[in-house]
């Protein structure tokens, strides 16, 4: 171990702030430009915004807030209770939707907070017709993804129950994320065909992924989420989008090890030569996945540093000995610029969508625009 490690770097202490946290810088005038990249690209459609599970991480009230001012008037969220938070900072001519149906909650909550459902059974469909037989909802067919939405089969049933057409016609692509999927055409097809059941209700089945399938798949509505933060099926070069995330978390510790050690929980990392490890303040806990154990990478003192180990509730361990400069209190970055988003969640066997939206409760999150 070099003799000066570890008390080479010094810092400044401050009062009651705690610097040493991860943190995520999330801009929103960047998700404006996307959303605005994505609205010139389907130019036909109106384009909503799906900002479950808090904006994927992202801030549902700061997202909504912004992408409001940017005109959209319908978003998408999965539970009601999300929809009732939502409802207190959008306009009150801001439609929204929440896909999992009525989970359970009586129609008259849809009601006072001026929710529209997305009927998926004909359990939600018997439910709504009985208690809000008046108030607008979307109805979901599953065309292929034997996930949610109403079996083809049952679209006579619902009629017989269903007093006036749904307001929204929705189906989901499986498929998407493969331009080359034959199943894409299929769905669409089943869609198009199921819907002449409903002539009046604008139709709609493609989130991100669908939105480069080409101009079929636009229909009335067009669903982005991922897109909108700027992950997700590679778009085409004519519409640019951005990530909006910067995760960063601090360096607790430089130190120098020899050759022969092992690094964390299991010893999973042999060091086979003399190794500067910079432990970083962030862990499992925090969302960062236990599968970027000995795979991730992180962006430190210009340098790519390996994640070397295994993650930990509240630590990760980085081989920094090409970043020479490191030094306690420094930031390293996660995802951000230098760290793409799609790239690092591939080294942990996943999609963007599950990095974004795991981000934890101890992380502090700032934001820009
Ligand atoms: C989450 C979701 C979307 C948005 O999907 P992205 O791939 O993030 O664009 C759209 N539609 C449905 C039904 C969803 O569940």
Redesign the pocket.
């Known amino acids: 171990m070099s003799p000066a490690s570890g008390t080479s770097n010094a810092t400044t202490l401050t009062g009651n702030t705690e610097p040493f946290r991860p943190s995520t810088v999330i801009d929103l005038s960047i998700v404006a430009a996307n959303y605005r990249a994505i609205r010139s690209h389907c130019p036909a459609s109106v384009t909503a915004a799906?900002v479950?599970a808090d904006a994927?991480g992202h801030g549902m009230a700061e997202v909504a807030a912004t992408l409001s001012e940017e005109g959209a008037k319908d978003f998408?969220v999965?539970y009601p209770h999300e929809g009732e938070a939502l409802r207190r900072v959008v306009p009150s001519d801001a439609n929204i939707w929440v896909?999992n149906g009525l989970c359970g909650t009586l129609p008259g909550y849809f009601e006072a907070h001026a929710l529209r459902p997305v009927l998926n059974t004909l359990v939600d469909i018997n439910h709504w017709t009985e208690y809000s037989p008046k108030a607008p909802y979307a109805l979901?067919l599953d065309t292929g993804m034997s996930r949610?939405g109403l079996p083809t089969h049952q679209i006579d049933a619902a009629q017989k129950r269903l007093t006036h057409p749904p307001s929204l016609l929705?189906s989901?692509l499986a498929q998407?994320d493969d331009p080359e999927a034959s199943a894409n055409v299929d769905q669409l097809d089943a869609f198009t065909a199921a819907a002449t059941h409903f002539p009046d209700s604008p139709l709609s089945i493609s989130?991100?992924?669908g939105l480069w399938l080409g101009a079929d798949f636009h229909l009335d509505m067009v669903?982005?989420?991922?897109?909108l933060y700027g992950g997700?099926p590679t778009p085409p070069t004519t519409c640019d989008l951005t990530p909006v995330l910067t995760l960063t978390a601090p360096v607790l510790s430089v130190e120098t090890h020899p050759k022969g050690g092992r690094v964390g929980y299991g010893g999973t990392h042999l060091l086979e030569a003399e190794t500067t490890i910079a432990t970083l303040g962030i862990g499992y806990a925090d969302g960062y996945l236990r599968t970027f154990s000995n795979t991730g990478i992180v962006w430190l003192g210009g340098h790519e540093c390996p994640v070397i180990g295994r993650v930990s509730m509240d630590l990760i361990t980085v081989d920094a000995t090409r970043a020479k400069t490191v030094r306690i209190g420094d930031r390293a970055t996660l995802l951000g610029p230098e760290i793409d988003l799609e790239a690092q969640a591939m080294r942990a066997g996943t999609i963007g969508?599950e990095l974004t939206s795991a981000l934890g409760g101890r992380i502090c999150r700032n934001w820009t625009r």
């Open positions: 799906v479950k994927y998408f999965a896909f979901h949610l929705m989901h998407a989130a991100t992924g669903r982005p989420g991922i897109g997700g969508y």
